[in-house]
């Protein structure tokens, strides 16, 4: 399972915006060592979420 979650990052790591590696990384250490399965399961949710809020826009 970690072997399988780690080939499918590493294939598209580097087309992933920097600031959802970066918080997907601190979600999968949340707690412990880590976890690819963690990994990847947030990036799956981030990028879902994204395509779901294309429009939507925060006000600062």
């Not at 294939?11 to 600031?19: F, H, K, S, T, V």
């Not at 963690?38 to 994204?50: D, K, P, R, S």
Request: charged share 30%; glycine share 12%.
């Amino acid at each position: 399972m970690e072997q399988t979650a780690y080939d499918a990052l590493k294939r598209q790591w580097n087309e992933l915006d920097d600031g959802m590696r970066d918080y997907c990384i601190d979600v999968a250490k949340f707690g412990g060592k880590g976890s690819y399965s963690t990994l990847q399961g947030c990036v799956q949710m981030e990028q879902q979420a994204e395509g779901e809020n294309q429009g939507f826009r925060f006000r600062y």
